[in-house]
């Protein structure tokens, strides 16, 4: 895994974007590769292609990419730095085409054949496939019958959006069809959330800290709880939604990639095999879901963060008896020797009271003997809080003495806050893992034997939703913590949630 500093620019090489009109080439990539310039990370001779099928000249496509990423600086009151501009648009193409016609990777074959001449790229290529899932197989089909990822000249390499899959079937089916054409070290599966630093930094948190890896176990940690809490709707994106839901969209991939992070056996190197060999034993270690473990949710009208917000069922392009879950929470269980008998619960949900994600790790509770006197609600037990986003840090709760006569305890809190100890450079998130593949670092990306595990692993529960209709929804109003079911799968352990809204303490 690189970190960005003291780091060099990857070798020379095109990057062909297909979707170079979608939101996610606007948002996300050309802003990260702008952000890479800014470090110095860009490569030396860069070419940029960009493959879509509206009518649009080169010029138009870079003068539209500049337009919105002026307009995102804007809003931290930045100007365009033209020299970094300037690196990056110097080889910016457009190619119009469409992904499923065997002439758009004729003429792209012809095109690269020429910058590569003119610009000197030494062969190599990164396919980009920003476009909806539907297009994975037939893009990456047609670039290997076009003899596009041959790699014998430079490398050739293809990132292969989320989501993957939409069941194990179809992961399965997904990844076969991709090494027909592609070798596995050619194909980066990517999960953003993987590119937040704060996920990076759980890695070093616990494996370049003498502290913390000899209590990370089940001798010392009664339970995990992670939450990705966003406060928004389904930002007008019904469609989608509808055939996906919260189980499909946050969990076999985010949720369980927080888990593997968090939960991995310490790797022998940070080598990306190293490193995806021990995510990969994890997943087998951890149980397949039973219906029991999980629970599903989708919000009602209600209040968000003072504006009254419409319910799920009363959306865009979701119909009025829509079934589809909007919330999830669960109980993971893993079977190894380090978590066996510490349960992880994972919880994830839309139009909650706060956008907040984290990990926190609640440690076991200490004797009560020395402070029988102490009701025992005082006792809290300590807490190690991962903040992921916002306020991006790490947070250690534990009880301290209330100063007095009286030996009275209250939880209170040791922070510590990215923004206070770093200069962070902007970013999108994208940064790292678009430089990684172009350095051919493979480990913040998901090996074809881990995508399929993390299917498997919610399989049953796909299945026993599909056939069976919740009898509650809509079951939580929006703004509210979620369904109460959730909070009676922890009670059934005599457990309760952290509420999240309390950062680091009382
Ligand atoms: N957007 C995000 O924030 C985000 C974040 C994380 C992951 N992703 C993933 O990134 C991928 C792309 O998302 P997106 O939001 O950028 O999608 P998008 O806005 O729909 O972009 C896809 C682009 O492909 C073009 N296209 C569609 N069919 C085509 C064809 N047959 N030939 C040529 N061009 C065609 C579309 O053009 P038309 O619009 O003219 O049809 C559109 O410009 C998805 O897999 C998504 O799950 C997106």
Redesign the pocket.
């Known amino acids: 895994m690189s970190t960005l500093s003291h780091k060099n620019p990857p070798p020379p090489c095109a990057i062909v974007i ?11 990539i050309v802003p990260a590769l702008y952000n890479l310039a800014r470090t110095g990370l860009l490569p030396s001779r860069l070419a940029l292609v960009g ?4 009518d649009k000249t080169s010029e138009q496509w870079r003068d539209g990419l500049r337009e919105f990423l002026e307009q995102m600086l804007s809003k931290t009151e930045q100007a365009i730095d033209e020299s970094l501009w300037k690196a990056l648009s110097q080889n910016m193409i457009f190619l119009k ?5 065997p002439e ?1 990777y004729k003429t792209l074959d012809g095109l690269l054949g020429k910058i590569d001449k003119d610009v000197g790229l030494g062969g190599n290529v990164l396919f980009y ?5 539907r ?2 197989a037939p893009i990456a089909g047609k670039l290997g019958e076009a003899g596009l990822v041959k790699d014998d000249k430079g490398f050739r390499r293809v990132i292969v ?3 993957f899959g939409h069941d194990l079937q179809s992961a399965r089916d997904l990844n076969a069809y991709l090494l027909n054409y592609l070798k596995e070290d050619q194909i980066y599966r ?1 999960d ?1 959330f993987l590119g937040k630093e704060t996920v990076q930094n759980i890695m070093a948190l616990r494996f370049a800290n003498g502290l913390f890896e000899p209590i990370w176990n089940r001798d010392r940690i009664d339970h995990v709880q992670i939450t990705v809490a966003e406060s928004i709707g389904i930002e007008g994106r019904g469609n ?1 939604y509808e055939k996906t839901g919260a189980l499909r969209d946050m969990v076999p991939n985010h949720l369980f990639q927080l888990v593997a992070m968090t939960a991995m056996e310490p790797p022998v190197s940070f080598d990306a095999e190293d490193i995806r060999a021990k995510k990969a034993e994890l997943f087998k270690a951890m149980h397949t879901l039973a219906m029991t473990d999980v629970v599903r949710g989708q919000y009602d009208t209600g209040t968000v963060q003072g504006e009254p917000v419409a319910a799920y069922r009363r959306e865009p392009n979701v119909s009025p008896d829509s079934n589809i879950e909007t919330y999830v929470a669960m109980r993971l269980k893993i079977d190894n020797w380090r978590w066996a008998g510490v349960p992880f619960y994972l919880r994830t949900g839309k139009r909650l009271n706060i956008r907040s994600s984290e990990i926190a790790i609640r440690f076991k509770q200490a004797p009560h003997a020395l402070f029988r006197d102490t009701p025992v609600e005082e006792l809290d037990a300590d807490w190690l809080i991962l903040r992921i986003q916002p306020d991006e840090g790490i947070r250690l709760r534990f009880n301290a003495k209330r100063p007095g006569p009286a030996m009275t305890l209250e939880s209170v809190s040791m922070r510590f806050n990215y923004k206070d100890y770093f200069h962070q450079a902007p970013a999108v998130g994208y940064e790292t893992l678009i430089y990684d593949c172009l350095i051919g670092d493979a480990t913040l990306f998901q090996r074809a034997d881990q995508v399929e595990a993390a299917w498997a692993l919610v399989e049953p529960v796909l299945k026993g939703w599909h056939d069976t209709h919740p009898r509650h929804f809509p079951n939580y109003a929006a703004g509210s913590e979620g369904p109460s079911a959730a909070n009676d799968l922890l009670a059934k352990d005599g457990r309760s949630w952290r509420d999240i809204r309390i950062l680091g303490g009382k």
């Open positions: 297909f979707g170079a009109n979608g939101d996610l080439t606007k948002r996300l493959v879509g099928h509206n085409g469409d992904f499923e016609k758009t496939l920003a476009t909806a899932d297009f994975f959006e989320k989501p990517i953003h989608f």
